[in-house]
């Protein structure tokens, strides 16, 4: 692959846009782009040495043009607007008619320029970790870029396109939506030769009905493909299975129940130790692995080899993914275990839930060996819908039904489903608990927990439920 690194300056910025340069020196370079202005750095010391580009953004609460004046003041040497500023100073000022649509149109030219490998993860669930995952194997044979955090959306992901400037070999990125159109535009953005599709579940399904709806949805992601591009897809998922039968390129699967014909990568003999980790034998056109992974539960085993089918396709030694899948780590919030000062262990998967999610949480946690009781702490699930109380019912019977000992409830009024729905399935009222928000039942959760017991904790983020995991590492 032939890849590029270069320097974003004020001129290619206004030819990237469309834009006016209307002040300031075209060659003037800028060595970070930003949409916030609270992360400006202190005053240049030289008015012409590089610096940062400001974008001022639009939105239904904020207008970035309120403070381009303060952001030139405080050293920008770029403003990328839509209006101009009262006063630019040294600062290069590129005027464009839509400053959202600038930056996405600078990130798909960055991207294009750059020559770099986009490999383009979607799913309902386990995008970070497939991309975590996807990027540790890369970086074993190419230089990876991946992006940040959840910068997966109409800004995030442009802006992390424009870290292809220096040079990355390959870049992974996850893509995010909640509603329909959204993995489109993304996927213009990013012009992915691969796309990884993990599966359809029920997160937003609030936004969309169905669950077909989601598919149709997490489908676009196959968009704008060519005969060169390829899909690495979720042989165990029938919604992902349907779409990706019509793909235009190359389609490699992964699984480890297979609803037709055997996956490419596909995982048998596996044995499941919940939140310790998966070991499976693995069968691929490129020979047989053992995977060892220290992530909880089956479904990060199916992340885990999504990335290796990946990886494996650009050339990646089995040898080498055997390796780096023992050493990952889970991502902050999505199933970290920690052992706490009066021996119990928690586990935090607080950073977003579904009804799907939640199960193979639980479904994780009873495969965990424990001293204990398994206490389930769940925070409502949000965007659910109309539906939300039945969606949160079934998750709660479910939960009893595995076999959990102790289950709180975390929430507005849907969060009743869950006790409702684990008293159901025969969980009797001393164990049961409900509060109304994470800061009230934080405390309380400490105070129930003992030596020996495992403690799984998972909402959705507005609910918050990552308050009573920090609360639990404090005091339990």
Known sequence: MTVSAFLLTAG????????????????????????????????????????????????????????????IANGAAGVLVST???VSGEAAVILVDDTLEALQRLGHSVRVRSGAQV?????????????????????????????????????G????????????????????????GEIRTLVQLAAPDVRVWTNVGNAHIGHFGTADAIADAKAEILETATP??????????????????????????????PIAARADVEARRIEDRGFDGTVAEVTTPWGPMTLRVPLPGRANLLNV??????????????AEIEREAARLQPVDRRGASQRLAGGAR???????????????????????????????????????????????????????????????????????????????????????HRFSTSPLA???????????????????RGTRTDIIAARLREVA
Request: overall charge negative.
């Open 346 to 432: 928690l586990l935090d998967d607080s950073y977003n839930a579904s009804p799907a999610a939640v199960t193979a949480a639980v479904q994780a946690l009873m495969a965990t060996p424990c001293e204990g009781r398994r206490i389930v702490v769940l925070g409502e699930m949000l965007e659910l819908g109309d539906d939300a109380r039945a969606w949160h019912e079934a998750t709660g019977r479910a939960a009893a039904d595995a076999g959990v000992d102790v289950l709180v409830a975390v929430g507005g009024a849907a969060a009743d489903g869950l006790i409702d729905g684990a008293r159901t399935g025969g969980l009797s009222a001393d164990q049961l």
């Open 12 to 71: 290619l910025v206004a030819d990237a846009t469309g834009g006016r340069l209307l002040t300031g020196d075209a060659a003037r370079v800028f060595d970070r782009v930003t949409t916030d202005s609270r992360t400006m750095p202190p005053a240049l010391t030289s008015p012409r040495a590089p610096g940062p580009l400001f974008i001022a953004l639009q939105g239904p609460t904020f207008d970035g043009h309120d403070f381009v004046t303060q952001v």
């Open 228 to 257: 060169a591009t390829r899909v690495v897809a979720n042989a165990d998922d029938a919604l992902v299975m349907r779409h990706v039968r019509r793909f235009r390129g190359r389609t490699l699967t992964f699984g480890i129940n």
């Open 157 to 180: 992901l442009p802006l992390s396109l424009l870290e292809l400037r220096h040079g990355p070999e390959i870049a992974v990125v996850e893509l995010g939506m909640n509603h329909a």
């Open 305 to 318: 080899l999504a990335a290796a089918t990946v990886a494996l396709d650009c050339g990646v030694s089995i």
């Open 84 to 86: 101009l500023p009262a």
């Open 442 to 460: 934080a405390d309380a959760v400490a105070a129930m927990v003992r030596a020996g017991d495992l403690v799984l904790v998972k909402g959705s």
């Open 119 to 155: 490999v383009a993860i979607t799913g309902s669930a386990g995008k970070t970790t497939t991309k975590e995952a996807t990027g540790t194997f890369l970086a074993t044979k190419y230089r990876v870029f991946k992006n940040e955090g959840n910068l997966n959306n109409h800004i």
